[in-house]
C-alpha cells in the first residue's frame, strides 16, 4: 500500500523537476512522509492485533500465535518503508539512480554481516531474522536521507 501511494509522490516531483521547481522536490517529499507515517500507524492494529485476526480466518493456533509474535517484530521495518519509498522516488525523478544503487549495496553488506551475527552467531532465530531485516532497511533510509540532506 505504501510503494503504490508513494508512487503519486514520483509523478509529483517530475513535474516539479521537470518545470525547474526544485524547492517543491523537497516540500513534496516531506508531505509524503507525514501522509504515509500516518498510513502506517493506521495499520498497527493489524500488527497488534494479527494472532486473534488469523485464528478468526481459520489458522491454526499455534501458527497464528508464532505469526502474531513476528508481527511485532516487524513494526519498526513497517515504519521504515514511509521513509525510505518516498526517498527513493525523490532521488529517482531526479535520475540520480546510482545513489540508489549504492545504497543498496551498502544496506546488503551491512545485512549479509547483521544477519551472520544475529542468527549464527547470537541464535536468535526467526526474531533475529525480523531484527536484521529491520535494521537493514533503516540503514538504507538513514544512507539515502544523509545523501539527501547532505550530499547532494
Not at 494479527?50 to 517484530?73: E, F, Y
Request: glycine residues 8%; contains cysteine.
Amino acid at each position: 500500500m505504501q510503494l503504490g501511494m508513494a508512487s503519486a509522490l514520483e509523478t509529483l516531483c517530475g513535474q516539479a523537476f521537470g518545470a525547474r521547481k526544485y524547492h517543491m522536490l523537497g516540500v513534496y517529499m516531506q508531505r509524503s512522509w507525514i501522509v504515509l507515517f500516518m498510513c502506517a500507524v493506521l495499520l498497527l492494529p493489524m500488527y497488534f492485533f494479527a494472532t486473534p485476526i488469523l485464528t478468526l480466518i481459520g489458522q491454526p493456533p499455534a501458527l497464528a500465535a508464532q505469526a502474531g509474535v513476528l508481527s511485532m517484530w516487524f513494526i519498526p521495518l513497517h515504519f521504515s518503508f514511509a521513509f525510505l519509498f518516498p526517498l527513493q522516488k525523490f532521488l529517482q525523478c531526479q535520475l540520480k539512480n546510482s545513489i540508489r544503487a549504492t545504497v543498496s549495496a551498502v544496506a546488503l553488506v551491512v545485512h549479509l554481516f547483521i544477519t551472520w551475527l544475529f542468527v549464527s552467531r547470537l541464535q536468535l532465530g526467526l526474531i533475529g531474522t525480523t531484527l536484521t531485516l529491520s535494521f537493514s532497511w533503516w540503514v538504507a533510509v538513514f544512507c539515502l536521507l544523509g545523501y539527501v540532506t547532505c550530499g547532494g
